[in-house]
């Protein structure tokens, strides 16, 4: 019984103090996050990404032929993103034929990555991105975007500024930084947010729930200084991928010192 | 489409017009075409609402039934909406399933109205886990000139205001059953859409189909009566600024109350 009264005592002074997240994080904090560039062998450009417990793999294909043909634009590229979650990816199962909410977030994930592209350079083309949903814990959509704009520069592609995204949301009546599951389903509100951090342009921006003017427009700010987090975490991943090669191109300068082989060291530097 | 040559030149002439500070029809950049929404006027739907928007013409349909309630909300009632591009609606479109634009059109409004907690779903509950009422919200789009989202949030919140919905009767054995009697919903916000278009620098508002086609994105943001916020929706490969998107937030807002008054002027 002294245990439990012990507790009560601990339980007030701390809710006077301090207020805290389901999963313990500061308001602006965000979740975990990590990125990796070049995961799948087949794909032109690749990332998978864990936001939270969100883990999504995303692949690129292209600038490539267009099929069916009809959809292609005779004097620029087309962005065609592609959002699947896994049957697996929520509880319950749900099927894995592409629902309405697929249809209408693949969308606004094009819409979100297009600005970043010259799509103008690839007439009658198309640049197919697809993210798969391996498992959903709460911003998908946010998460995809950030896997896609890493698999896309991993491709080659140029691109005027990688796309980071966040969500910021109102949750037992605080604004806070990137929900995740419960804090989506339980909260007031959420705003998703994708940003050109660069260029200074949000690209993507939806909300749902019940929000003053100024709560919503502080949930923007707040959802922006997210990406911006992003932002490194994507450079990141693709430096991470790009002192990868530095370190082969070392030990192949290694292995020309010991070989003298010059021809292999040239095919390295090619790759 | 707008990239063809066409639609550049189109493009051109209009930027030029809203330069000036005038649009192509002669209204002003943050105004409306003329309203004109007649509710409650098919007998076999328990509401309904057709909303003339200049020239765009769309019907909205509420339809009450029982059904089974979702697994995971035995209690709570279940409300659908659904958008039906008409292919009598423009020479664009072509029978058969829904065009992305036509679900996501579903989409916005649903967002609207189930953000803003229009209906207290758990009082349409009729014998838990097994029935509760569905409430069908059918936007038909009739003659597409522009800026469907507008007109089909504020029919929908029309038709939903008059709607004389049914009453049903619950039996000891939980069988239910549909009385004569009616009685309107009981909607607890009345949320209207808005969207302002962004053409270059210009931000306009109701669209037609011409400026649709040339503009650069859009921001649909959904405000009810308490000038709280329910929905927002961005649309077109452009990026906004925070600039812009405040702005957009401030036509939204002061735009709302004139939208919704006109809407439930006929309850």
């Known amino acids: ?271 | 489409m707008s990239n063809t040559i066409v639609s550049r030149l189109k493009r051109k002439k209009i930027t030029d017009v809203l330069a000036t500070g005038k649009r192509m029809d002669g209204r002003d950049l943050l105004q409306y075409r003329d309203w004109e929404i007649k509710t409650n006027f098919l007998a076999k739907s328990e509401g309904s609402a057709e909303v003339r928007l200049g020239k765009t013409h769309v019907v909205v349909g509420v339809k009450v039934d029982v059904g089974h309630p979702f697994e995971d909300t035995p209690d709570a009632g279940v409300m659908m909406v659904n958008a039906e591009y008409t292919p009598a609606a423009h020479p664009t479109w072509e029978p058969g399933p829904p065009s992305d634009d036509a679900i996501e059109l579903a989409r916005v409004v649903d967002r609207g109205l189930r953000a803003a907690e229009i209906l207290d779903m758990e009082k349409l509950g009729l014998v838990s886990g097994e029935k509760v009422q569905m409430i069908f919200i059918d936007l038909y789009v009739l003659n597409y000139d522009g800026n469907l989202i507008d007109a089909c949030s504020a029919g929908a919140l029309a038709a939903l205001t008059t709607a004389d919905a049914p009453k049903f009767k619950v039996s000891k054995e939980e069988e239910v059953e549909k009385t004569d009697k009616t009685e309107k919903l009981k909607l607890k916000a009345h949320p209207v859409a808005v969207t302002v278009c962004k053409i270059g620098d210009s931000l306009i508002v109701d669209p037609t189909y011409d400026e649709e086609e040339v503009k650069d994105g859009r921001i649909t943001i959904t405000v009810d009566e308490n000038g709280n916020l329910n929905a927002i929706q961005k649309r077109g490969a452009v990026g906004f600024t925070v600039d812009e998107i405040k702005k957009c937030i401030n036509i939204a807002s002061e735009k709302a109350a004139e939208i919704r008054a006109i809407a439930l002027a006929g309850e």
């Not at chain 1, 999963?23 to 690749?46: C, F, H, Q, T, Y």
């Not at chain 1, 977030?105 to 690839?122: C, G, H, K, N, Q």
């Not at chain 1, 509100?189 to 200074?200: E, F, Q, R, T, W």
């Not at chain 1, 709560?215 to 200084?225: D, Q, R, S």
């Open chain 1, 1 to 271: 019984m002294s245990k439990k009264t012990k507790k009560k005592t601990t339980k007030r002074k701390s809710s006077k103090k301090k207020w805290a997240r389901v999963d313990g994080r500061k308001p602006d904090e965000l979740r975990p996050l990590n990125i990796e560039s070049g995961v799948i062998p087949n794909a032109d450009g690749s990332a998978y990404i864990e936001m939270g417990r969100n883990k999504i793999i995303v692949g690129v294909y292209g600038p490539r032929e267009m099929h069916p043909k009809r959809f292609s634009k005779p004097n620029r590229g087309v962005l065609r993103c592609r959002y699947h979650m896994a049957p697996f990816s929520v509880d319950p199962r749900r099927s894995p034929a592409p629902s309405r909410r697929d249809q209408e977030i693949s969308m606004v994930i094009t819409d979100a990555i297009e600005p970043a592209l010259f799509l103008e350079r690839y007439p009658r083309s198309v640049i197919d991105v697809y993210a798969e949903i391996i498992e959903a814990d709460g911003g998908t959509r946010c998460a995809s975007i950030n896997a896609a704009a890493v698999a896309l520069a991993d491709a080659g592609i140029p691109m005027k500024d990688l796309v980071s995204s966040c969500a910021a949301g109102k949750y037992d009546g605080k604004i806070v930084l990137d929900l995740g599951d419960y804090e989506d389903k339980k909260g007031e509100s959420d705003v998703p947010v994708a940003y050109l951090p660069k260029i200074g342009e949000v690209t993507l921006l939806q909300m749902e729930g019940i929000m003053t003017q100024e709560e919503t427009e502080k949930c923007i700010e707040l959802a922006i200084e997210g990406c911006k987090q992003v932002y490194e975490a994507q450079k990141e991943a693709l430096k991470k991928k790009y002192g990868m090669v530095e370190e082969a191109e070392e030990k192949a300068e290694e292995k020309e010192q010991e070989t003298g082989e010059e021809e292999t060291v040239e095919e390295e530097e090619e790759e």
